[in-house]
């Protein structure tokens, strides 16, 4: 499964940026796409992902309010709109697909068997 994360950079605090995820053929149910984001020498940690079966989306409590996911299934692309950047967003930004993740796993890591390369976001204060 190719996955490919594009979109960083290097933005202002306060700036915006939108995250892009390539996922052919697994935007539909039952797959579900994250993201996460890691920073050196910390585990990765769940960002956002949509509820495969109900829709919903789940975020990080960090994040909430600032950032959007979504997607666009004819595209096969998912999204992330990140607004109100703060440096301590400043992280690699990974998108990750399981067509097996359960709600209550969502947000976590060893959940998701593929994995995109990652895109940099800096966040600069």
């Known amino acids: 499964v190719q996955l490919q994360a594009s979109g960083g950079g290097l933005v202002q605090a306060g700036g915006s940026l939108r995250l892009s995820c390539s996922a052919p053929?697994?935007?539909?149910?039952?797959?579900?796409v994250a993201w996460f984001r890691q920073t050196p020498g910390m585990d990765r940690s769940f960002v956002a992902a949509?509820?495969?079966?109900?829709?919903?989306?789940s975020y990080a409590d960090s994040v909430k309010g600032r950032f959007a996911y979504s997607r666009d299934t004819a595209k096969s692309m998912v999204y992330l709109q990140m607004d109100s950047l703060k440096p301590e967003d400043t992280a690699v930004y990974y998108c990750?697909?399981?067509?097996?993740?359960?709600?209550?796993?969502?947000?976590?890591?060893?959940?998701?068997?593929?994995w995109g390369q990652g895109t940099l976001v800096t966040v600069s204060s």
């Open positions: 949509m509820h495969r079966s109900a829709g919903r989306i």
């Open positions: 053929g697994r935007t539909r149910s039952p797959w579900t």
């Open positions: 990750a697909a399981s067509s097996s993740v359960i709600t209550s796993a969502l947000a976590s890591e060893a959940a998701y068997a593929y």
